[in-house]
């Protein structure tokens, strides 16, 4: 079975503190991907990465970055963490290639910023 | 631009009545796929089924099945004699085939509370 897992399922942070969101996979996808999902508004793609070091902006970048230096890592950086951006994220893979592959998320992590 | 919408926000059903989870999507592309997620209490989705554009056969799994028209951009999901089990939010996604661009656009979501 697919396993993506997130390294914490709730955080606490302060605002304006540095946070990290780590999330792993074990089956070799190419593709990894950071959502974030808020009550009334679904889930929002945040950025996603085809391959090591690559990444592309989805929907929401701002206020986030990413990093990749590993195939099986891929992991969400909030630089000065704000309360607005309190939410649940949610990793997820999926292969790359000719067709469209369904996408495994992980836990969740639910954040909150105080 | 692409879009997805689930125009229910909750449903209730009571247990063994069968109920129908509304998809439309839009898109400009000729080439797409539409997809249905489960998101239990525990928070992780669980992928349903795929569906490429140009596969319009109906699809039945147990007591799932969907119906998928492109005459009118939908792509419905229905749940047979419900169970308690059934109760989560379901979701509703499109993606597009581009260039190495696998994105999804999801819906709002539809909670389902199926009661007992």
């Known amino acids: 079975d697919v396993k993506v897992t997130q390294s914490s399922r709730y955080l606490v942070k302060r605002t304006g503190e540095k946070v990290f969101l780590e999330c792993v996979q074990d089956m070799d996808h190419e593709n990894m991907f950071w959502y974030r999902q808020d009550p009334g508004l679904g889930l929002r793609l945040i950025y996603f990465s085809y391959d090591v070091k690559m990444k592309e902006k989805g929907d929401i970048p701002e206020g986030y970055s990413v990093s990749r230096e590993k195939k099986e890592r891929f992991s969400l950086i909030l630089e000065s963490a704000s309360t607005n951006q309190t939410s649940m994220y949610l990793c997820?893979?999926?292969?790359?290639?000719?067709?469209?592959?369904?996408?495994?998320f992980g836990p969740g992590t639910r954040l909150t910023v105080t | 631009a692409q879009k997805v919408t689930q125009a229910q926000t909750e449903i209730s059903v009571v247990e063994k009545e069968d109920v129908t989870l509304d998809c439309v999507y839009e898109?400009?592309?000729?080439?797409?796929?539409l997809f249905w997620y489960k998101q239990p209490p525990s928070g992780e989705l669980v992928f349903l089924i795929r569906?490429?554009?140009?596969?319009?056969q109906n699809e039945i799994s147990g007591r799932y099945s969907w119906n998928f028209q492109k005459s009118t951009s939908s792509f419905n999901f229905t749940i047979t004699a419900s169970q308690v089990v059934d109760s989560a939010v379901y979701f509703c996604a499109l993606m597009f085939s581009g260039a190495g661009s696998y994105q999804l656009t999801f819906g709002k979501g539809t909670k389902l509370s199926v009661i007992p």
């Open positions: 569906r490429n554009s140009f596969d319009e």
């Open positions: 997820a893979s999926s292969l790359r290639g000719t067709r469209a592959y369904e996408q495994y």
């Open positions: 898109t400009r592309d000729t080439t797409y796929y």
